[in-house]
């Protein structure tokens, strides 16, 4: 979704650097997401934020932190970067709609080599 | 949140209908249900979402029976663009007591679709 922008679209990087992953977006929605997928698996929930005060845990968050400077923006870095790290990273929003059903938006993906 | 298990692969054939059954046997009465397709390197995308019966919108159809512990995504007529992962979500309403949690993807199912 061109709403959802994801920089950079490539990284390689090494073994014990820093790294940051943005994600930018234009629809307005309070949710903010970051996902990672390993190949042949599915998406693995790494942080949520539901608005800039809020920050939650998801399923994978150690070794990674996230910051949510404004609604548009959410940050996911990796403070010293390992080789099982490697992975395609997904940023999306979320828009409950009328009913309160979630609907994510996903950006185009951000893929990570740490060597 | 409820977890969900679905097949791990499908085929089938240009024209057919498709019907992809996810099961959720732990859904809670504020839960609903999400279908996303994931085509490789790129994020997933919504096609079709609903708490109880049907629902139908132009892609898909959704079934849900009486005890709401499984979903059915119907893709009638699929052709070769309709080979991807597709991945059954259940969520918590997030107007409901408590709130909503992050969501969660499980490994979803690869279609195939042969000519």
């Known amino acids: 979704d061109a709403d959802v922008t994801q920089t950079p679209r490539n990284r390689i990087t090494k073994t014990g650097k820093r790294i940051m992953l943005e994600c930018s977006q234009t629809?307005?929605?309070?949710?903010m997401y970051w996902y990672r997928q390993d190949p042949g698996l599915g998406l693995r929930l790494i942080y949520y934020?539901?608005?800039?005060?809020?920050?939650n845990k998801g399923e994978i968050s150690d070794g990674y932190s996230v910051s949510r400077q404004a609604q548009a923006k959410f940050s996911l870095s990796l403070e010293s970067a390992i080789p099982n790290q490697t992975a395609l990273y997904f940023c999306?929003?979320?828009?409950?709609?009328?009913?309160?059903?979630?609907?994510?938006?996903f950006g185009s993906g951000t893929q990570l080599s740490v060597l | 949140l409820a977890k969900t298990t679905q097949p791990i692969s499908m085929d089938s054939y240009e024209g057919q209908e498709v019907n992809i059954t996810c099961s959720h046997n732990?859904?809670?009465?504020?839960?609903?249900i999400t279908w996303y397709q994931q085509f490789p390197s790129q994020g997933p995308r919504f096609i079709i979402q609903?708490?109880?019966t049907k629902v139908t919108n132009e892609v898909a159809s959704l079934f849900i029976p009486a005890d709401r512990k499984s979903s059915t995504l119907s893709l009638p007529r699929v052709s070769l663009s309709d080979t991807a992962v597709y991945y059954c979500?259940?969520?918590?309403?997030?107007?409901?007591?408590?709130?909503?949690?992050?969501?969660?993807f499980g490994k979803g199912t690869h279609l195939i679709i042969q000519p």
């Open positions: 934020s539901f608005d800039v005060k809020d920050i």
């Open positions: 999306a929003t979320s828009d409950s709609g009328d009913r309160g059903y979630e609907k994510l938006f």
């Open positions: 629809k307005g929605h309070d949710r």
């Open positions: 609903g708490y109880k």
């Open positions: 979500l259940v969520g918590k309403n997030m107007y409901s007591g408590g709130g909503a949690d992050g969501l969660t």
């Open positions: 732990n859904i809670a009465t504020n839960d609903y």
